[in-house]
């Protein structure tokens, strides 16, 4: 079929979408009448409790004379403040992203020969099916890599002779394996598109297996395979941050929802890829670069309090950027006075924009991370306080280590497959119910329309 075909949007699919637009849209009062939680959450922002998990906890709260009120944000993974795992690893001077899936995954942390053993583990299922990347990857690359990614592991089924076993040994067996190549299908997918879409040379390096993950990824990127050790430790701290939050996050909750139809494993990671594709989730920090791309632009002088200022109220007011009235980086729907991604990110951040020179625009950022929130609260009704989250520095990371804005999306996934691994690993192990939220229909009855009857 013409792609020109294929891609059209005819007159008559207009008039169908309004049609089915119109056929869709509920009075909003009744969300309010029968006491429906939109989006799972409270107005004030507060999930509605569909599960348990030991993985990871989210908090925001502090309870004052027995009432919850908002604090600074933390993050716990098994039990374990982020915060200290990852002062942790910066004394030790060491890469975390291996230890901290092995805790994600397995409750503890582990020892020298047990972190060994796991990484020798990871690194024997960093390859790829014979012939996969020329077969797969090559053809058809399209200009999403996160639609390349899914598209990669979906195919991966077919290599895997075991692929509807559930049973905990082999989904933690293909668990692993996922873990380990998400860079390679993401990276050598974007390789492929930046080839034959952008005319640039093919580069297609092998993992080294004495490499940390953050490493290999810079390694497989870029053309001379070099970096510095202080992008490649910035990167794993990156990488850290994002591994996992929760089990009501989109793309976990999808891991759950999905998993708990006993589908197989390569289904499951395509949706939650599926999932955290989406702008309002994984894909944020590209609309922050973006947005600050834009604002450098218009606003000449950086160091102006004011100009900033007025270039943030017309974010809001849709008068700048893209017109959507919103300040990318900024909010989140749990935390509201902390991120603590953000406040742990911030701290490598301003040595990497020494190391690149971007001293100014880290600046900027930061001047921007303070006015927000206090114009916000002047401009909108707020339910609960609202600071930046961690897309607002994880975009500008990403920048400075040169990364392509295709990429960072899939880098998250890279992160996140860690833990959507130990919320699938949760959800089997305790068996489940199939998940199945209850949604009420409010459309009358009505009586059947002959069709030499209707309009």
């Known amino acids: 079929m013409d792609h020109n075909v294929y891609s059209e949007i005819t007159p008559d699919i207009i008039k169908l979408a309004s049609m089915s637009?119109?056929?869709?849209?509920?009075?909003?009062?009744?969300f309010t009448r029968y006491e429906v939680k939109r989006g799972l959450r409270d107005l004030n922002g507060k999930g509605v409790l569909a599960g348990l998990t030991k993985i990871s906890d989210v908090r925001a709260t502090k309870i004052v004379d027995g009432v919850a009120v908002?604090?600074?944000?933390?993050?716990?993974?098994?039990?374990?403040?982020?915060?200290?795992?990852?002062?942790?690893?910066?004394?030790?001077n060491r890469f975390g992203y291996d230890e901290v899936t092995y805790l994600l995954l397995f409750d503890k942390l582990p020892s020298k020969q047990e972190l060994k053993d796991f990484s020798a583990l990871l690194s024997y299922y960093r390859s790829l099916p014979t012939s996969f990347v020329r077969d797969i990857i090559m053809k058809a690359p399209s200009k999403d890599m996160m639609n390349t990614l899914a598209r990669s592991v979906l195919t991966l089924y077919s290599y895997d002779d075991f692929a509807d076993d559930t049973s905990l040994p082999n989904v933690l067996r293909q668990c692993l394996q996922l873990i380990s190549l998400f860079p390679m299908l993401s990276i050598y997918g974007y390789q492929a598109y930046s080839h034959y879409h952008d005319g640039n040379s093919l580069f297609i390096h092998q993992p080294d297996p004495k490499l940390s993950m953050s490493e290999n990824i810079l390694h497989i990127l870029r053309p001379d395979s070099s970096y510095t050790e202080l992008e490649a430790k910035i990167l794993d701290i990156a990488l850290i941050l994002h591994m996992e939050h929760g089990g009501g996050n989109n793309s976990t909750f999808t891991t759950h929802v999905v998993t708990s139809s006993l589908t197989d494993t390569y289904s499951v990671m395509a949706a939650a890829i599926g999932s955290l594709k989406g702008p309002r989730h994984g894909g944020a920090n590209i609309k922050v670069v973006k947005m600050f791309d834009d604002m450098m632009q218009s606003v000449s002088d950086w160091k102006d309090e004011e100009a900033v200022g007025d270039y943030l109220k017309k974010l809001l007011h849709k008068d700048a950027f893209d017109h959507a009235g919103l300040i990318y980086g900024v909010g989140h729907a749990i935390y509201s006075k902390s991120d603590p991604r953000a406040v742990i990110l911030k701290k490598f951040v301003e040595s990497l924009s020494i190391e690149k020179g971007l001293q100014d625009e880290f600046a900027l950022y930061s001047m921007v991370e303070r006015l927000a929130p206090q114009i916000i609260e002047q401009e909108r009704q707020m339910y609960k306080g609202v600071s930046i989250n961690v897309d607002f520095y994880s975009g500008f990371v990403y920048k400075m280590l040169g990364l392509p804005l295709e990429l960072y999306t899939p880098i998250f996934a890279m992160a996140r497959i860690a833990g959507w691994s130990a919320h699938r690993m949760e959800e089997l192990a305790n068996n489940g119910k199939i998940i199945r939220p209850a949604y009420k229909a409010i459309s009358p009855e009505r009586e059947y329309i002959n069709m030499d009857k209707r309009d």
């Open 70 to 92: 908002p604090d600074h944000g933390s993050l716990f993974y098994r039990g374990y403040n982020v915060k200290d795992l990852v002062n942790g690893l910066a004394k030790d």
């Open 21 to 30: 637009e119109q056929a869709g849209i509920i009075d909003s009062e009744l």
